[in-house]
Nanobody
């Protein structure tokens, strides 16, 4: 059974950077496509980025293209989301998920504020 744990969230100033981690246990991430999602209070959950676990092909929402980078480290069984040039509108709880299989992490809070 796959378990996912996000980490790396926190408070950062506009223009700053954070790297989120999605650490897997119970199974290898190589079997799954992994997506990052976010949800702010009063707003719908939105997809941010995803990575195919076999060939590492990637997808990015238009709102984060050029600023965020998703990557995979198979040796660490971890997927990362490097977040640069952060904006206040990036503030949300970020979740990683093997979404096609129904496995979700607990979320990590990202707050972008001066």
């Amino acid at each position: 059974q796959l378990q996912l744990v996000e980490s790396g969230g926190g408070l950062v100033q506009p223009g700053g950077s954070l790297r989120l981690s999605c650490a897997a246990s119970g199974d290898t991430l190589e079997y799954y496509a992994i997506g990052w999602f976010r949800q702010a209070p009063g707003k719908e959950r939105e997809g941010v980025s995803c990575i195919n676990s076999r060939d590492a092909s990637t997808y990015y929402a238009d709102s984060v293209k050029g600023r965020f980078t998703i990557s995979r480290d198979n040796a660490k069984n971890t997927v990362y989301l490097q977040m640069n040039s952060l904006k206040p509108e990036d503030t949300a709880v970020y979740y990683c998920a093997a979404f096609t299989a129904g496995y979700w992490g607990q979320g990590t809070q990202v707050t972008v504020s001066s």
